[in-house]
């Protein structure tokens, strides 16, 4: 039978393992691409409609 702190330890080695991945995952070189896109989003004007349902 398993005691808490073995659970505890198994579910902390597990999230590590978790973390490192999506840090992995963030920083390769095929997602700054998309991530320099989205950086770039608020500064990107908006296209305006050429007519709108709602007058203003």
């Known amino acids: ?3 808490s702190t073995l659970i505890g ?9 978790i ?3 999506i840090f992995i995952w963030a ?4 997602r700054k691409q998309d991530f320099d896109a989205a950086a770039n989003l608020p500064f ?3 296209a305006k409609p050429k007519h709108s349902a709602y007058p203003r």
């Open 27 to 30: 920083w390769s070189d095929r």
């Open 1 to 3: 039978m398993m005691d």
């Open 19 to 21: 973390f490192i991945g």
């Open 9 to 17: 330890t198994v579910v902390t080695v597990v999230f590590f393992i």
């Open 44 to 46: 990107e004007e908006e």
